[in-house]
């Protein structure tokens, strides 16, 4: 059994880590490559929105953030200190795309 991934795999996961990562190229130069392997349409817009999603989600969660610790900066010493206790996540690990596609 190989453990190569086909090259239609490839370029799919490619396209997502382009637009995921805000590479400047946006992974525009695997659309021919994955149309040349016959992968439909829909197909790739379901990838795109999903790399979409999780790079919105994760700018939203920086920004948070840092909109915590900029507050913290202008907030009474006594408060500074509680502010900075980290506090886990409750949450899932990932939410649905607008659409309702799953990331996970």
């Known amino acids: 059994m190989s453990s190569e991934l086909h090259p239609?795999?490839?370029?799919?996961?490619?396209?997502?880590?382009?637009?995921?990562?805000?590479?400047?190229?946006?992974?525009?130069?695997?659309?021919?490559?994955?149309?040349?392997?016959?992968?439909?349409?829909?197909?790739?817009?379901?990838?795109?929105?999903?790399?979409?999603?999780?790079?919105?989600?994760?700018?939203?969660?920086?920004?948070a953030k840092f909109d915590e610790a900029y507050a913290a900066q202008f907030a009474p010493k006594a408060t500074a200190k509680l502010a900075s206790i980290a506090v886990a996540d409750a949450g899932a690990c990932c939410t649905p795309t607008p659409s309702g596609k799953s990331c996970c």
């Open 8 to 63: 239609s795999i490839v370029a799919l996961v490619s396209l997502a880590a382009n637009i995921a990562a805000n590479h400047p190229k946006q992974g525009l130069c695997q659309i021919e490559r994955l149309k040349g392997y016959g992968v439909s349409r829909a197909q790739i817009d379901t990838v795109v929105e999903i790399a979409r999603h999780i790079r919105d989600e994760a700018a939203q969660q920086l920004d």
